[in-house]
């Protein structure tokens, strides 16, 4: 099955330049040149992914991430910016994008985090009841069906970013576990970030709000000061 991306870019040569080389990768492309074209086109075209950049008329990259989110459409979304402040990225990926590149960049590279982006958070098949238990991710309350990209806290299901959903993953599979932020941006974002490690504390401040009762004492995702992260498993009471 082609994989369908949306180029949002209010610039024809950079929306022409990725169209072509994510065309000669085999993607179908479809475009955009606004934020509120971009929404629009997500609702009615479906995307696999969103190139998504951050300066556009109407309504700013910033702006368009936010709209997705809060009607619950979590397509992937790579933020395209000229801005290289850190500040810029880490807005992005708080309001919900999965990635981030700074412009000028490769249309080679470009493929490539398209190509990884998509194979992480990619579509999820069935599998029978009895494959599917030796799947399943529990940890009190919260239970994690990895190949059906579901996450329940007490029976109710919880939405989830494709980053957010992976991030918990590994989590899980890793609880009780010291785990380094360098760590984790090896396992959940699979290639060189130089070091910004703000990006893994940005996704687990994500997590926190969505699974925690309290994210200043958290139950689940202790903080480990200077090293990390370590997912518990709740005390019983």
């Not at 072509?20 to 929404?39: C, H, P, R, W």
């Not at 807005?91 to 490769?106: N, Q, R, V």
């Not at 470009?110 to 599998?127: C, D, M, P, W, Y």
């Amino acid at each position: 099955m082609v994989q369908k991306i949306l180029i949002v870019d209010d610039e024809q040569p950079i929306r022409t330049l990725l169209d072509y080389n994510l065309k000669q990768s085999n993607f179908e492309t479809i475009m955009a040149a606004d934020g509120e074209e971009a929404v629009s086109k997500v609702e009615k075209e479906n995307p696999d992914l969103v190139l998504l950049d951050l300066m556009l008329p109407k309504m700013d990259g910033i702006e368009v991430c936010k709209v997705l989110r809060q009607r619950n459409i979590n397509t992937p979304i790579i933020m395209l910016t000229a801005k290289g402040e850190e500040t810029d990225k880490v807005l992005g990926l708080e309001i919900g994008a999965d990635d981030y590149m700074t412009k000028p960049f490769s249309p080679r590279e470009v493929v490539a985090r398209v190509k990884a982006v998509l194979r992480r958070s990619g579509e999820r098949t069935g599998i029978d009841d009895e494959e599917e238990d030796l799947h399943v991710l529990r940890s009190g309350p919260i239970t994690v069906h990895p190949d059906q990209y579901e996450v329940y806290l007490d029976d109710q299901a919880l939405e989830f970013t494709p980053k957010e959903f992976e991030l918990l993953v590994y989590f899980l599979q890793n609880k009780n576990r010291v785990l380094t932020r360098d760590q984790l941006l090896s396992a959940v974002w699979n290639y060189d970030f130089a070091g910004d490690t703000r990006i893994v504390d940005v996704h687990v401040s994500h997590l926190r709000e969505k699974i925690e009762e309290n994210t200043r004492k958290p139950n689940f995702i202790k903080t480990v000061r200077g090293i990390g992260y370590k997912f518990e498993e709740p005390k019983l009471k």
